[in-house]
């Protein structure tokens, strides 16, 4: 019902920055609950950060101060500005799309690649 496509990761070296940017299709968006994930190799997926409809954001500790979510209603797309990356970032990032319906309600996207060298 709602598809999700990611883009914005590459290979950056520590202390630089990256932007993610999710764009979700359908008309829905605005009431969605949006996240971002990130799975590192023989790791267990890791929540991020999570900006809710009214705007209100949360994230991990690891990331505080250096990670910002955000929305564009108008776009339907959900943005992370990762600023002085660290090589401990270094992951598959994923967008999730998360709406109070019945069934189907959680989506996710493809998973973008980031890369901090050291």
């Known amino acids: 019902q709602v598809q999700l496509v990611e883009s914005g990761g590459g290979l950056v070296q520590a202390g630089g920055s990256l932007r993610l940017s999710c764009r979700a299709s359908g008309n829905s968006f605005q009431i969605a609950v949006m996240g971002w994930y990130r799975q590192a190799p023989e790791q267990e997926r890791e929540w991020v950060a999570t900006?809710?409809?009214?705007?209100?954001?949360d994230y991990v500790d690891s990331v505080k101060g250096r990670f910002t979510i955000s929305r564009d209603n108008r776009k339907n797309t959900v943005y992370l500005q990762m600023n002085n990356l660290e090589p401990d970032d270094t992951a598959v990032y994923y967008c999730?799309?998360?709406?109070?319906?019945?069934?189907?309600?959680?989506?996710w996207g493809q998973g973008t690649q980031v890369t901090v060298s050291s």
């Open positions: 999730n799309f998360k709406a109070p319906w019945r069934g189907p309600n959680n989506f």
């Open positions: 900006i809710h409809a009214d705007f209100n954001t």
